[in-house]
């Protein structure tokens, strides 16, 4: 393991390439190695004590690749299983809560935000503790939004469907006058157009994705591990179901061309 091992970013299907572009852009000469769990997302609507043993094998098949660091793109993953990655790799290990939680503090003049995310992450509270944590001046309003998941998948970014589904579930928000929502799931960036739409750009969106990617740079620069060859980097993706639908949707999350897409089998159900 050095500076230009891979580093490890994995989730629970498609939605953590959105990470992986954010990535991409931080740090073009990073290599990555993904693995999404294509053969068993939604994390999502899974009790925790399934996703924990999940995530205990999605580390193991990053490990596997020598990485450097591990970065769990999943919202609901690095909500409630952070923990469990953390024990199993002697490598640092980030999720996306902390620096999401942070940027949303930041953000926030007037000490009120708004978290969107899966079922999981939104009762686990994670995102609701860590910005507390950082300022118990801050008032947090969660609010799952789980079909906004398919939405970004099928495409649907500019359809009114999704405009009234957006409505029906940031309203509530809205009436709690947050000046700052977190994107709590990785399929969100894909719809940051119809949500500010919705929201009357009257509320600054936090990529929890883009404060990763910043987070993991400096990580990466205080442990000695950015790689400084500016060969063009190594990406690599692998998945737990056959690849063809990966390949299709994800070339939309990640915002260029995948290359050859690989299947890991073994994994159990
Ligand atoms: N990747 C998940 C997250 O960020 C969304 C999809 C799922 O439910 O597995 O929470």
């Not at 390439?17 to 997302?41: C, Q």
């Not at 995102?127 to 998941?149: E, M, S, W």
């Not at 929502?181 to 929201?199: D, E």
């Not at 260029?256 to 073994?266: F, N, T």
Request: charge should be neutral; charged fraction near 20%; include cysteine.
């Amino acid at each position: 393991m050095n500076s230009e091992s891979p580093i490890g970013v994995f989730d629970s299907g498609i939605g953590g390439l959105t990470v992986v572009r954010a990535l991409t852009h931080r740090m073009p000469h990073e290599n990555i190695v993904y693995f999404g769990d294509t053969a068993r997302v939604p994390y999502g609507p899974k009790s925790t004590q399934v996703v924990r043993e999940y995530a205990a094998q999605d580390t193991d098949v990053l490990l596997e690749h020598h990485v450097k660091m591990i970065i769990v793109a999943c919202n609901t993953v690095s909500a409630v299983a952070l923990d469990v990655v953390q024990k199993r790799a002697k490598v640092p290990v980030m999720g996306v809560i902390l620096p999401g939680a942070g940027a949303a503090v930041k953000a926030s003049g007037k000490k009120r935000v708004g978290v969107i995310g899966t079922v999981g992450t939104i009762s686990s509270n994670a995102y609701t503790n860590a910005i507390r944590q950082l300022d118990p001046g801050v008032q947090v309003f969660g609010r799952a939004c789980p079909l906004f998941v398919p939405l970004a998948e099928e495409g649907w970014i500019d359809h009114k469907a999704t405009e009234l589904i957006a409505k029906e579930y940031l309203f509530p928000l809205t009436l709690e006058k947050i000046d700052t929502l977190v994107l709590g799931c990785t399929h969100y960036p894909i719809l940051k157009q119809v949500i500010t739409r919705v929201l009357h750009d009257a509320v600054t969106l936090i990529d929890s994705g883009e404060a990763t990617a910043e987070a993991a740079a400096l990580l990466l620069e205080e442990r000695g591990l950015k790689n400084t060859s500016t060969l063009k980097p190594n990406l690599r993706f692998s998945v737990s179901d056959v690849p063809h639908m990966f390949t299709e949707v994800g070339e939309r999350f990640l915002g260029q061309r995948l290359g050859k897409v690989h299947r890991i089998s073994g994994l159990s159900h």
